[in-house]
């Protein structure tokens, strides 16, 4: 429903950004995600994919808005991005003090989506963030690392009231992508779904741990509390939400269409 109420928004064909983006290939496989497929014990299954190495900037979501004008601050419909949309520039085509190379912020799902669209992209889906959010520098899967969990849980423990660093500057994963912890918490084309029930054998009523994040209580890892904070966020959004530091990047299948 979301995709197809974004895609009744573009009236035109959309402009691609001045300079090519870079997506790197991530091989497909299966892992266990702290959310997994039959709620019990089945692996994750994600096929070859390409992800942009870096979180979408101001500078590149500029150049869209400024291609796709609907999507302009003060153009933009109430339903596909709310009153803080784009807040942090100063006017809706001139960033002001908003850093050309810091990520993009205060974007909806909707402004998300329209601009991976405008790549022939798409956002990465849950299990495809997840499984590259698994990887330190050197290991595809870095999760049982106690040092490498305790350097995540430090990046976001940090106050989030200063300035945003500019992309790039995390180490590249194992993938090649980087910024995927540390920096800001990301879109995900499905993160409605993440919407699940608070105790696997659904005791009581269920629907009472559907939202905010609780269903993370149901996970099977729950020592990853950096993955159960990602949940927790993109939980409690509706499509149209913004905040202060929720960004995004784009996906592509390996064959290098958005689907």
Same mark, same amino acid.
């Given at each position: 429903? &979301?995709?197809?109420? #974004? =895609? $009744?928004?573009?009236?035109? *064909? ?5 300079? +090519? ?27 070859p994919f390409r992800l942009r190495s870096l979180p979408v900037t101001n500078a590149e979501f500029l150049d869209f808005v400024r291609a796709n004008r609907q ?57 495809? &963030?997840?499984?590259? #959010? =698994? $990887?330190?520098?050197?290991? *595809? ?5 106690? +040092? ?112």
């Amino acid at each position: 429903m &979301f995709r197809a109420a #974004a =895609a $009744a928004l573009c009236l035109a *064909a959309f402009t691609l950004p001045a300079a +090519a983006a870079d997506y790197v290939p991530v091989p497909g496989g299966s892992f266990a995600s702290v959310l997994p497929p039959d709620g019990k014990d089945a692996p994750a299954i994600v096929a070859p994919f390409r992800l942009r190495s870096l979180p979408v900037t101001n500078a590149e979501f500029l150049d869209f808005v400024r291609a796709n004008r609907q999507w302009d601050r003060g153009r933009i419909a109430s339903l596909f991005g709310d009153s803080q949309y784009l807040a942090h520039w100063s006017g809706p085509s001139d960033l002001g003090a908003a850093g050309r190379n810091q990520p993009v912020t205060h974007v909806s799902w909707f402004a998300a989506e329209a601009f991976c669209e405008s790549e022939h992209a798409r956002l990465p889906t849950w299990y495809e &963030f997840e499984y590259v #959010a =698994a $990887a330190d520098e050197s290991h *595809a899967d870095a999760r049982g690392d106690p +040092a490498w969990r305790a350097r995540i849980l430090d990046w976001y423990a940090r106050p989030s009231t200063a300035a945003l660093p500019d992309v790039g500057g995390t180490p590249k994963n194992f993938y090649g992508a980087r910024d995927v912890h540390g920096l800001i918490w990301e879109w995900v084309g499905d993160y409605a779904s993440l919407m699940i029930s608070g105790d696997n054998r659904n005791q009581g009523d269920p629907d009472l741990l559907k939202f905010c994040g609780a269903g993370a209580l149901s996970t099977q890892d729950r020592e990853n509390y950096a993955i159960l904070m990602r949940i927790a966020l993109l939980s409690s959004l509706k499509a149209a939400d913004t905040t202060a530091n929720l960004g995004f990047r784009c996906a592509k299948d390996a064959t290098g269409e958005g689907r």
